[in-house]
């Protein structure tokens, strides 16, 4: 017996910090665009928030079993999507990734496509039924993710192909795994990656800057290494204090690239210090805390397999472009959920929170 | 459906176990990022800051005006006129190559060109600005004016340039500026120079060059990310180099251009008493003005070709055979070995020595030291070296400086050759044969001397022993340390005092006199004047002396002149080569006569005594001086 979900059993704390999260990056674009003709993006980026928290909200009047069922097709559309991205995407800087519809709205699947995966990969675990995994199991699970992820990678788009991988992860990690499995995997992505390094070390320099080019093609006119080290500089002279808002040198003067989106953290760091970061990070870990007891108070294994896949992007896409801001990392053009501006990374987040919302406002159902 | 079976199926929870472990990755996954915000923002802050600054600010300099140069009295001989110039700036994020045609076309350049210049600095800083070209014209100006959002990566400096006089006047002498070289970028004179400084190449431009310099200046710029300028946070001016007062006298200088107009060859005129050149001119010149701004290909290729050498300073760079104006030389050794106050020797036309006869020009018949000197009677000096034996007329000749420099203050002067035995042995591994020592008894041979050492040699010996180190700068106008360097830079004999007997200073003093009066350069007496010198003729080709031939076209024979006046303790001397001139009496003396003229004219015009004495006036010989000394003292 279903009882009817209530807004009293929404997480009104989890939206509350990323709320603020928010406010704190629509600042910030405010202070990076200011003297770009980008000025104005953060006006975007408070419409996008409240269409996303609309979304959020009828999002998480849906029951989430009912996104079970209906995965099946939807991962179907999908793949459809994709194909149809390469048959007839528009072409942007060298990568389809669009599909243009008639009015100016321009269609980009692989992102929603995180979220089919999301709730597919719940779905093919839960109906293993948490029995330990069989390599025939994890081959089916490498091929439900690996599909759609191969074809993004061909658009070619590495960053968004790159944040399927965390999803797949924590299926199989949650899905159990055996440890003796988890070790063998691991070595031989090691292998792979040791054998893709070593053929690199053969490549020619032009080769070696197409790979870099490979990665993120648009937004990297200069060369990588100079945005890396215009955010290096943006970051490491921010000190403890920050210069203060809308007075970063790096960030006003042009020298950061992208400064709203991918290296909005740099931007941030810049302007407010070490103790700002320091705040920043501190959300962003009262953000997932809240969302792993989410997970936890799931009431069904489905439901915390798609609470965790969410997880699971926002731990890796936070994890990569922060790394990426402090040198850690190299440049992947993957944004910072909940701070870079962009309207399909606004719409994703959100519209996952609505999951989660609904997640755990069942946790007392059955 | 079937799957909803198993939907349902299923209750089984997670591993509570597996969530809280996902928890402790986030927050090691957190402190490791932490971790790195503290390492670039607590830890190297102020590295990063200082680059955050080197991004945004960016010094422009401003030029230091160089240094003016003037002539003793104060005349201007070397100007400064304002430049624009155009720079290159590498750092702004932007694909300026894609705007290299465009910026050729525009300041009338080729790509080539461009790429030329890039290749140069491709290992300086990549904030440093690289000058793309000098002196633009006005077009060019407005082309990047017009071109400014286009072609941001352009930027142009004022700078001064250097105006130098007209029809390489003093070229050799002033010397000219131009880039650095990367060369001289390694060596340690320029530690502190940088690509792209514009210094001193030679002359007194080089020796003077950290004086003339002054110190560049620098603005502090705000720029953005495509190296606009969007403010200024401060600026330290510049330091004007040091104007230089030359100890060239612009009026001698004109009247030596002048004399040499035409002529391949060299002539400077020195003050003996202080070494002070007061003029110096090499023939054929150039024009420096061609070598401050970019120098063209045609003209560098018609100077580097020119079979007369244009770029050489001749009055301390060629080293030629001195001829007979080393029998001065030659007197003073056997004087004061005791041996030609006695020598009579009778020029029967030449003489044999060692089984050969060498040639004099003329028969002289009976010859004594007074009588060989105006004369220039080359059989007497051939006994005289037979006599003497190579090493004592070496010892003497670089007593006064023969084979040695003289530290003049400017670059790359000649050493020149004095043969002797050890001299043999050392360059030809081979002993010397007795026979050698007669052609050098007349500065032939392997005799080899510059003008400027033969000017100094020949008037230290007329000023009592006392040989100056020429300088072309008036004293106490660089600090002393910088004077102190310049010594050390340019080491020679310098300032000494040789030995000179009295006497023999007397006899060689007046036999020099004579020479003008009744000698081989009585052509150019200067009536009311005591003008003294010795002429010479050197043959270029056969270097055996006694050829009574000059020889013709680039076998002719160099004309040589050291005249001065007074004839004892002179006020100036000056020696004049004239390559290819023929007789040292119709080529090179009546030039030199024009420069003592005007010189001894402008003094009496100074004293205000214009009067030309109708005799020439009898100077108190050395002994009577000393006599009169003696008496002041018992007095």
């Known amino acids: 017996m279903r009882r009817f979900s209530s807004f009293r059993d929404f997480d009104w704390v989890l939206l509350g910090f990323v709320l603020l999260l928010s406010v704190i990056s629509v600042f910030e674009i405010y202070s990076a665009t200011l003297h770009t003709k980008f ?63 008639p009015g100016g709205i321009h269609f980009q699947p692989s992102e929603w496509i995180k979220l089919v995966l999301v709730v597919a990969v719940a779905r093919y675990f839960w109906s293993l039924g948490g029995r330990d995994l069989t390599w025939k199991d994890i081959g089916k699970a490498f091929l439900l993710v690996g599909i759609p992820m191969l074809m993004v990678l061909k658009q070619p788009d590495l ?35 040791g054998g893709v390094w070593r053929t690199g070390k053969l490549l020619k320099p032009y080769q070696k800057a197409r ?156 | 459906m079937i799957e909803d079976e198993k939907l349902t199926a299923r209750e089984e929870k997670v591993s509570p176990l597996k969530l809280n472990s996902v928890q402790y990755v986030v927050a090691l996954l957190l402190v490791v990022l932490l971790a790195g915000l503290w390492r670039l923002q607590v830890v190297s802050a102020d590295n990063y800051r200082v680059l955050a600054e080197q991004n945004r600010v960016r010094k422009v300099p401003i030029m230091a005006p160089r240094g003016k140069i003037f002539d003793r009295e104060g005349r201007l001989l070397v100007d400064n006129y304002a430049s624009i110039s155009c720079y290159l700036l590498r750092e702004p994020a932007r694909d300026w190559d894609a705007d290299l045609p465009m910026i050729a076309q525009g300041l009338h350049m080729t790509v080539d060109q461009i790429q030329y210049v890039l290749r140069r600095y491709q290992f300086a800083p990549k904030y440093q600005p690289i000058p793309l070209k000098q002196d633009l014209s006005p077009d060019e100006v407005a082309f990047i004016e017009a071109h400014r959002n286009e072609l941001p990566e352009l930027e142009t400096l004022d700078e001064q340039r250097r105006l130098y006089p007209n029809g390489g006047f003093a070229a050799h002498l002033i010397g000219y500026v131009g880039e650095i070289s990367e060369n001289d970028l390694n060596k340690e004179k320029y530690a502190f120079y940088q690509a792209g400084d514009v210094v001193g190449k030679s002359g007194v431009e080089a020796t003077y060059d950290a004086v003339l310099r002054g110190r560049d200046g620098s603005r502090d710029v705000v720029v953005d990310s495509r190296g606009r300028e969007v403010g200024q946070l401060g600026q330290e001016d510049p330091v004007p180099g040091k104007d230089l007062r030359l100890s060239i006298d612009l009026d001698l200088q004109m009247t030596a251009e002048k004399a040499m107009e035409g002529k391949t ?81 009778n020029c029967a036309g030449g003489g044999t020595f060692f089984g050969h006869f060498f040639a004099c020009d003329k028969h002289h018949g009976g010859v004594d030291i007074q009588h060989a000197i105006p004369w220039s009677c080359d059989t007497f000096y051939y006994t005289l070296a037979e006599r003497l034996q190579i090493d004592t007329i070496a010892k003497y000749a670089t007593s006064v400086g023969i084979s040695q420099k003289t530290g003049i203050d400017l670059p790359d002067e000649a050493t020149g050759t004095m043969p002797s035995t050890a001299w043999k042995l050392k360059n030809f591994h081979d002993k ?44 106490g106008q660089v600090p002393q340390e910088y004077q102190q360097a310049i010594l050390d830079t340019y080491p020679g004999s310098g300032n000494k005092q040789i030995s000179l007997k009295p006497e023999n200073w007397q006899i060689i003093t007046d036999a020099m006199a004579e020479t003008t009066v009744t000698g081989t350069a009585a052509a150019v007496h200067l009536q009311g004047i005591d003008f003294a010198g010795k002429t010479g003729t050197a043959q270029v080709v056969n270097h055996s002396a006694g050829a009574t ?49 005007a010189f001894v004219e402008k003094q009496r015009k100074k004293a205000g005594n214009l009067i030309k004495v109708a005799e020439t006036p009898k100077p108190a010989t050395p002994l009577e001086t000393a006599a009169k000394k003696e008496e002041s003292v018992t007095n």
Not at chain 1, 161 to 188: D, E, H, M, N, V
Not at chain 2, 316 to 324: D, M, R, V
């Open chain 2, 432 to 475: 010397w044969y007795a026979g050698e020592v007669i052609s050098v008894g007349i500065g032939q041979g392997a005799v080899q001397a510059s003008p400027i050492q033969l000017a100094r040699a020949l008037s230290g010996i007329a000023s009592g022993g006392a040989l100056k180190r020429p300088h072309v700068i008036l004293d």
């Open chain 1, 159 to 193: 960053g968004t192909a790159l944040t399927y991988s965390p999803i797949l992860i924590c299926g199989l990690f949650l899905g159990g795994i055996r440890f003796k499995q988890a070790a063998i995997l691991i070595l031989g992505f090691l292998l792979l990656v």
């Open chain 2, 549 to 597: 031939s000059l020889g013709t076209g680039n076998a002719r024979a160099n004309a040589w002149f050291v005249g001065m006046a007074p004839r004892r303790n002179p006020d100036i001397v000056v020696a004049v080569l004239v390559e290819h001139g023929g007789w040292g009496a119709e080529a090179a003396a009546p030039l030199g006569a024009r420069v003592v003229n």
């Open chain 1, 211 to 366: 790979l870099t080019n490979f990665i993120n093609p648009d937004n990297d006119p200069k060369g990588s290494g100079y945005q890396i080290r215009q955010s290096l500089i943006a970051v490491g002279s921010g000190g403890v204090w920050g210069k203060g808002a809308t007075k970063g040198t790096q960030t006003q003067g042009d020298f950061l690239p992208i400064p709203y989106t991918d290296f909005i953290f740099a931007a941030f760091c810049e302007e407010h210090g070490f103790v700002g970061a320091l705040g920043v990070l501190l959300l962003y870990f009262l953000i997932l805390m809240r969302l792993i007891q989410n997970a936890q108070t799931a009431p069904d294994p489905p439901g915390t397999f798609i609470v965790m896949g969410i997880v699971a992007i926002i731990i890796f896409q936070m994890a990569v472009n922060i790394g990426m801001v402090i040198g850690f990392m190299p440049v992947t053009g993957i944004p910072l959920p909940l701070m870079s501006y962009g309207g399909s990374s606004v719409l994703f987040t959100f519209m996952a929170l609505g999951i989660v919302m609904n997640v755990r406002m069942r946790r007392f159902v059955n």
């Open chain 1, 39 to 101: 000025h104005g993006f953060e006006k975007k980026q408070l419409e996008y928030l409240a269409v996303g928290l609309v979304l959020m909200f009828i999002v998480s009047l849906i029951d989430y079993h009912q996104l079970l069922e209906i995965v099946p097709w939807a991962y179907g559309a999908s793949i459809l999507a994709l194909i149809g991205v390469a048959a007839v995407g528009t072409r942007v800087l060298g990568a389809k990734r669009w599909i243009k519809f």
């Open chain 2, 265 to 345: 060859g060299a002539m400077v005129a020195m003050d003996p008493h202080t070494g002070e050149i007061l003029a110096m001119v090499s023939r054929p010149t150039y024009d420096p003005n061609q070598f401050a701004v970019r120098l063209t290909k045609d003209y560098w290729n018609k100077i580097l070709n020119d079979p007369d050498h244009p770029m050489m300073n001749k009055t301390i760079q060629a080293q030629l055979a001195p001829g007979s104006t080393f029998k001065i030389i030659m007197s003073y050794a056997g004087l004061e070995e005791g041996v030609a106050q006695d020598m009579h020797v």
